[in-house]
């Protein structure tokens, strides 16, 4: 059986549909390719490109060897063009109007010109109009792919005639192999330090680029910080401590409203982990890496202690959101989950 898109982890079942249709000669003109940032949305794109004009018969699609494989997967290819809003803030009709005027020009090299069409979602109502006239009567040669975080940001005509592709998540473990496989620095870091290279894994939250960008030293360390903090408060929670101890935890929080906020969520997230583990043992987890480590705090927990926490994080955020006093809602959700 023939492999199709070997160099996309996870998305098993979207790369075979794709891979069918292209093999088969039955590929849509357009796609709204949707994931957030990071999803490996770029990468699909240009695969999928790279397969429309892959020479092997046989074996992989695309083969990544190939003449055309190599020029696509380079960005060197001139049927291959990337629409880009740049450095705007919006992705407007006047950066289609080359787009559009160059779509019954025929290929240079393959017998397809394929679109790349960048944040989607950022496209002005006049350039979603433009485009869907392109769309509704395209050149048989041309294929659009729109890259999107926010597939709800598109007109509805627009949505009916190109199907969506959704990036799904990758699981922790598909995507550590992948790191230490493809990254020196993947490698690097799981044999220097296991646990935390396999929170990257977590905190990518499914999402390849994203663990990629945590590869690097500078921009993962804010991130574990953040992640440290949050088991911090977690093991405050289950454990025996002093109103002293309880208060050092809370002064320890960040000074910005937005940044203690990402940091309730992300206790929030351990907190779904320690219900999850109560309930079932083999739910999937967003916070903890260390599996010891959550086993140790589940025993120490109740499940009616887990759902007043998870409840009076909730509340905390929401009060914060609406400008609340952030100190008095931080002193509120201590009173609340008994911390003092």
């Not at 919006?90 to 960048?118: C, F």
């Not at 109502?125 to 729109?146: C, D, G, I, T, Y």
Request: overall charge negative.
């Amino acid at each position: 059986m023939r492999e199709y898109f070997p160099e996309i982890i996870g998305n098993d079942g979207l790369c075979a549909r794709i891979g069918q249709e292209i093999a088969h000669h039955r590929l849509s003109h357009a796609y709204l390719l949707v994931g957030p940032p990071g999803s490996g949305k770029h990468t699909f794109a240009r695969q999928i490109a790279a397969a429309l004009a892959c020479e092997s018969e046989d074996g992989a699609l695309p083969c990544g060897k190939c003449a055309p494989c190599r020029a696509i997967l380079a960005d060197q290819d001139p049927d291959v063009i990337t629409v880009s809003r740049g450095d705007r803030v919006t992705l407007g009709v006047e950066q289609l109007r080359e787009m559009l005027s160059d779509l019954y020009v025929a290929p240079n090299w393959h017998e397809d010109k394929v679109y790349l069409i960048e944040d989607a979602e950022t496209m002005t109502s006049q350039a979603q109009n433009a485009l869907l006239k392109a769309l509704e009567e395209p050149p048989r040669h041309v294929r659009f792919l729109l890259l999107t975080a926010d597939e709800g940001a598109m007109l509805e005509t627009i949505r009916s005639r190109a199907p969506i592709l959704r990036m799904g998540y990758i699981a922790p473990e598909p995507m550590k192999a992948y790191l230490m496989r493809c990254d020196r620095r993947g490698a690097a870091l799981a044999e220097e330090n296991p646990e935390e290279f396999a929170s990257i894994a977590l905190a990518a939250d499914g999402c390849i680029g994203a663990a990629q960008i945590l590869l690097d030293a500078r921009r993962r360390k804010p991130v574990m910080q953040k992640r440290s903090a949050a088991e911090e408060f977690l093991s405050l929670c289950v454990s025996r401590h002093t109103a002293q101890e309880a208060l050092a935890v809370l002064e320890g929080f960040p000074k910005k409203r937005e940044e203690t906020v990402e940091l309730l969520e992300l206790i929030s997230l351990g907190v779904r982990d320690l219900l999850a583990r109560k309930r079932a043992g083999d739910a999937r987890l967003c916070f903890f890496a260390d599996a010891a480590k959550l086993a140790q705090m589940t025993s120490q927990i109740s499940m009616s202690a887990l759902f007043r926490l998870a409840d009076a994080l909730a509340d905390t955020i929401a009060a914060l959101e609406r400008n609340a006093n952030q100190r008095l809602a931080l002193l509120t959700l201590a009173q609340t989950i008994g911390l003092f």
